[in-house]
Each structure stands twice: as C-alpha cells, then as structure tokens.
C-alpha cells in the first residue's frame, strides 16, 4: 500500500525541541509522572500510517495525541480522528493547532475512563459507539498491558490496533514457546500481533531510557463462552511459572492429576512441561478438552 505523503506544515516553534512543547509561547515540559515522551523523527510516522493502512474516511481512535504530529500526518489522509489526551495543557495546545478542523474530534480525559462501559461521564458512552474504527498511540510504557486488554475485550473490537510501545514489551507480546506468559497468550488470544519495526530512544525526546517498537495488532473474535473459559485455564495454569502446568491445572481447577494425565496423552503434551512452553493452538485444545 502506498503511504500518503506528509506534507510540510506550519506548526513550528522555536527552537528543535520547543516546536513540540510551545503554546502561545510559553514551553510545555513533557510530565514525567504521566510517561510523556514524543516522537520527533517524522520518518516513524509514515510506518504507523502503513501498518495502520489508513485510508480516506477511515475514523481513527488516536490515544494520546501530545502535540499532534501523528494527528497531523493522519488527517492528512483524509480520515476522521477522535484524539483523546488526558494532559489539559496539550488538549488546549491542539485546541489551538487544529482549529477550524472538521474531521477532527479532541476529547480530554483518561482513555481507560472513556473506554469503560461502567464509567457515567457523557465520553465514557465513546466506546460503545464506536464501530468501524482503527486505534493508534504513542501509549506511555506503563499503560500498554492494560490498554490493549481493553481495547481487545470491548464489544465492538477496533479493526486494528498500531500501537509504539516499549521494545522488550513488543517482544514479550510476539513471543513463542519457550518465551510464552500470562501477557503473551492473552494477547495472542485476542489478535495476531506482528512488530513493524524497532525505534530507537532517539527518536524521542526527552529521550527514554528503552528503545520502542512499532506493534500491529489484528484482534480476531471469540464467543464469550470460550473466552471465559480460556482465561480461566491459563490463569490457573501460569499461577506458578516454575512449576508443573499438570501441578497448576490440578490445585487452581481442583482435578486430579491422574484426570488431567489423561488429556495431556491424548493432546501429546509431555507430564513435565510448564506452561510457558505451550503454543496458542496448544492452549485452545486444552481448553476445549478440559470443557468438553
């Protein structure tokens, strides 16, 4: 797919940095506390498109905006973008980028709020209405996991999810046996994930301590049956990584060893593995033994 060409605009500021961080003149220093870092390199944002495959009239969940320099590239193509950022300081700085902009939506507020169907504010309904839409972000590192659970277990699944997240997060996520954890199944579970690239630190400011990486998920459906049940075996059998998954199986699900023996044989699983060594496909037939 060709990507949109991003054209130069007249959002610029002083100084290298400062163009990123200036309203009305005055600096924005990025908030520590809220694990604010911004990409500066404008080669990464032609990936994110990309992976994304954007398109005219596409909408466009973005997850924290900051100073709108993928926002930019993404109206660019001609979608429509709802832009939720919880700093108010960078919600009146978009305010004031992206004035008179028709297909753009800027929401302040905590995306794991708005995302939650339990919440009574007016923007926490978004999610529920939200249909026929992709998700993009720049997510701090320490809001990745929880994130992405609940973009993939709302009721209306976003198409595709294109996240940058922490490298070693990346990683964990895309990983096979005998990498595997609670994390990585999870996801897989829900979506195909697949890294576009690697993005190192320096393309960041300020600078983070970790390189990123650009993620792709595509989340796939399940009934809500099998997903109960599913989470409900590897749950149980990642509470105790160093030992056995028959010994996990057998004290969280109150079955007997000789019971789960019998599975294990018939699935061709060895009695001593544990449960990081288990592909995706192993853990959907053990669930639908251990349920049948």
């Known amino acids: 797919m060709s990507t949109p060409h991003l054209k130069n605009t007249n959002y610029h500021c002083k100084s290298r940095e400062a163009r990123y961080f200036s309203s009305e003149g005055s600096p924005l220093k990025p908030k520590k506390r809220l694990g604010q870092v911004f990409l500066k390199k404008k080669s990464f944002l032609q990936k994110i498109i ?15 905006p900051g100073t709108g320099v993928l926002t930019a590239a993404i109206l660019q193509t001609g979608a429509k973008v709802i ?28 995306i794991r709020d708005i995302l939650n169907p339990k919440q009574l504010s007016c923007h ?44 070693e997060v990346a990683q964990r996520i895309v990983a096979q046996p005998p990498q595997m954890n609670l994390l990585t199944v999870s996801v897989q579970f829900y979506a195909q994930p697949k890294i576009i690239c690697f993005v190192p630190k320096s ?4 600078q983070p301590k970790v390189d990123s990486a650009i993620i792709k998920l595509s989340p796939r459906s399940f009934p809500q049956e099998q997903k109960d049940q599913f989470f409900k075996i590897i749950k149980a059998g990642f509470s105790h990584p160093r030992k056995l998954l028959i010994s996990n199986l057998s004290q969280n699900l109150k ?3 000789k019971q789960l023996q019998e599975i294990f ?4 699983l060895p009695l001593n593995i544990r449960a990081q060594n288990l592909t995706l496909k192993d853990w959907l037939n053990l669930t639908n033994f251990l349920f049948a």
């Open 83 to 110: 832009a939720i950022e919880k700093d108010p300081r960078l919600v009146k700085f978009l305010e004031n980028r992206f004035k008179n902009t028709p297909n753009l939506q800027i929401i302040q507020g905590d």
């Open 265 to 268: 044989f018939k699935l061709n």
């Open 124 to 167: 926490s309904r978004i999610s529920g209405n939200l249909k026929d839409y992709k998700v993009v972000g720049n997510i701090p590192y320490y809001l990745t996991s929880h994130l992405i659970q609940l973009l993939l277990e709302l009721k209306h699944q976003p198409k595709v999810i294109v996240f940058m997240v922490q490298k």
């Open 255 to 257: 079955m007997s060893k």
């Open 50 to 64: 990309q992976a994304t495959e954007i398109k005219p009239n596409d909408l466009i969940l973005e997850i924290g």
């Open 203 to 206: 393309a960041f400011w300020p």
